[in-house]
T-cell receptor, first 113, second 116 residues
Framework: SAVISQKPSRDICQRGTSLTIQCQVDSQVTMMFWYRQQPGQSLTLIATANQGSEATYESGFVIDKFPISRPNLTFSTLTVSNMSPEDSSIYLC??????????FGPGTRLTVT | AQKITQTQPGMFVQEKEAVTLDCTYDTSDQSYGLFWYKQPSSGEMIFLIYQGSYDEQNATEGRYSLNFQKARKSANLVISASQLGDSAMYFCAMRESWAGSYQLTFGKGTKLSVIP
């Protein structure tokens, strides 16, 4: 299985600021995703990070709020922009090497005050 | 309608006993996949087991097995010989073929507590 790391592991941020989360994989992967897990809730897909092109966002998520980069097949970033307390969540990146394998990074626990 | 339904918000099981966590799904695809993940309090998502819609045998991985009943659209996770370390949230998820990009839809989860 792929080894996935995320930075930072947690952060406390002031409202109105932005935070960029990094996701690094130890091998090249085709599919990379970003999910959000609000407190006490399940995971919701934010977007699919496409290598070399714009991310594909799910309904309710927009590029201005959650810009995503994926410069190569092992790395992606998610920025949470103009944060509010409602953005307090765990943000997880995941990778799919095939239709039957999908692994998650350790997550970034974000608190917005 | 929800695509993944986990009807048990919380479950208790005695250590060393077996426990079944329920998951039903809704899809019109013929080709799909079902995943189970464990999420301890640390927040990481740990992959446990996968079942493909065309797999004839129920998936097994160590103490985890998946009771797949395609006609009933259910994919229940069975944990045998529960251990204290099994206490965690458990999520059922589905990958549908129409998505193309392997994205997953998650259920609301079941919190499992193992009692010594």
């Amino acid at each position: 299985s792929a080894v996935i790391s995320q930075k930072p592991s947690r952060d406390i941020c002031q409202r109105g600021t932005s935070l960029t989360i990094q996701c690094q994989v130890d091998s090249q992967v085709t599919m990379m995703f970003w999910y959000r897990q609000q407190p006490g809730q399940s995971l919701t897909l934010i977007a699919t990070a496409n290598q070399g092109s714009e991310a594909t966002y799910e309904s309710g998520f927009v590029i201005d709020k959650f810009p995503i980069s994926r410069p190569n097949l092992t790395f992606s970033t998610l920025t949470v922009s103009n944060m509010s307390p409602e953005d307090s969540s765990i943000y997880l990146c995941s990778v799919a090497q095939s239709s039957y394998e999908q692994y998650f990074g350790p997550g970034t626990r974000l608190t917005v005050t | 309608a929800q695509k993944i339904t986990q009807t048990q918000p919380g479950m208790f099981v005695q250590e060393k006993e077996a426990v079944t966590l329920d998951c039903t799904y809704d899809t019109s695809d013929q080709s799909y996949g079902l995943f189970w993940y464990k999420q301890p309090s640390s927040g990481e998502m740990i992959f446990l087991i996968y079942q493909g819609s065309y797999d004839e045998q129920n998936a097994t991985e160590g103490r985890y097995s998946l009771n797949f009943q395609k006609a009933r659209k259910s994919a229940n996770l069975v944990i045998s010989a529960s251990q204290l370390g099994d206490s965690a949230m458990y999520f059922c998820a589905m990958r549908e073929s129409w998505a193309g990009s392997y994205q997953l839809t998650f259920g609301k989860g079941t919190k499992l507590s193992v009692i010594p």
